[in-house]
């Protein structure tokens, strides 16, 4: 039987807290494996020396951040970590074997190798590499900084100098945005179907992630209301455009709602806005709503070539030197050979030029989604790198995904994205900005198609008896 090392006297806090950081901290070390079954209530509680009401509670709340799982007479599981689960159908290397639409990228082309390869040639011949010399300042060099509060008010976002920071990518951004302002049980709200970073984030900073509903546009901004006027909330996480994996597109007065709540509840806004440059629709930035409590996140990554992990993060003028200080205990500061690739392409309009020939690309692309996916497309845009896409109710998301894996194609299913327990959409993710090439994805596409018009194997199944 499994038992925990930590100290559960009562002694640091709550004993149903303790028991909770012993669970998660098992399973992510791998000492609790997946599938294997806990210990009852009544047992654990008994053999630490707690009520059954302790272990409940633990139970409870380690089920809610998705480590375990329970099921009706058998029992109490843990289920495979987030990471472990994310990385089932999410690839982190190319296969030649595969089409992989499993991750959301910028299409990479000729022209944009060509594109790396001119800069890397012209960084060659030039005699000297200031930007090599120093790791200092944390916050990125002031004329990258300078480059990008340029770039940044073309699309709306309006910031200082001292307000940006140079981060490795978005991902990078919203982690120190939410290092910057939340304690561990401070609840920060999202998407019911969100980025599994967040999700991550969430396991590692030990937060509590509360899901909010959403429609075409996102997060309802009832539901957001209601969860301001009930409980204690310390931020709110949301990517307006082109939501992962659900393909939302928040309109102008959903974000001047959204804003209009969150500031007189006093919640900050973390803006996940690395879409922006693809959206030919010109929309305010809802942290533009919120100069003291907006967080606005965007990076190169997406809309220029994966590899171009050069990211900004505008703070709030409060907390640019808090926000400086989580970025130098968790990275330093940003890649300068990256920032100045990005700095020196915003510069001469090489991102402009990238950005219209990836809206260009994905045009082609959500096309061919549109003609052989037809109604099975929940929702996509024109210019999105990915869809979401309905499978039949004859089929299970995993057992959907693995047949087409068996056929030379990834995709993704919901359970990375999940923030709370909740029946699957029975969905899938497409990243058509994955494919090599246009021929390449109409092939992954008709595999699709054809998987859907099958009725799966018997394995799909629950036997009952």
Known sequence: MWLPTTNMSGDNGPKYKALVEAIITDIESGRLRHDVRMPTHRDLAFRVGVSVQTVSAAYKEVERQGYLRSERRRGTFVQARLTDRASSFILDNRQPDLIDLSIVRAAYTEFHNDLSRQIHARLAEEPHHGWMESCRPVAGFEYHREIGAKWLSGMGMNADVPQILITNGAAQGVFTALASIVQPDDVVLTENLTDHGVIGTASVLRFKLGALPTDDEGILPEAFEKECQNRAIRALVITPIYTNPTNCLMGLERRKRIAEIAGQHGVYVIEDDVYRP????????????????????????????????????????????????????????????????????????????????????????????????????????????????????????????????????????????MTIKMPRPNAIRICVGGAPDTPSLHHALLQIRQNMDQMPGVHAFDVMY
Not at 283 to 299: A, C, D, E, K, N
Not at 322 to 332: E, F, P
Not at 333 to 345: D, S, V, Y
Not at 384 to 401: D, G, K, M, N, T
Request: aromatic content about 8%.
């Open 278 to 417: 693809l959206l030919e629709q010109n929309l305010p930035p809802v942290t533009s709503f919120l100069p003291r409590l907006g967080f606005h996140v965007t990076s190169l990554t997406k809309i220029v070539m994966p590899g171009l992990r050069t990211g900004f993060l505008v703070v709030p003028p409060h907390l640019s030197i808090r926000a400086s200080s989580v970025l130098r205990v968790t990275g330093w500061m940003g890649t300068p050979l990256m920032a100045e690739i990005g700095a020196r392409w915003i510069a001469d309009g090489t991102v402009d030029q990238a950005v219209t020939v990836q809206r260009a690309l994905m045009r082609e692309r959500q096309s061919l989604v549109a003609d052989i996916l037809g109604d099975a497309v929940i929702r996509h845009h024109p210019t999105s790198l990915s869809a979401w896409v309905r499978i039949p109710p004859h089929w299970q998301e995993e057992w959907f995904a693995s047949e087409l894996r068996k056929n030379g194609v990834a995709v993704t299913i919901s359970d990375p994205f």
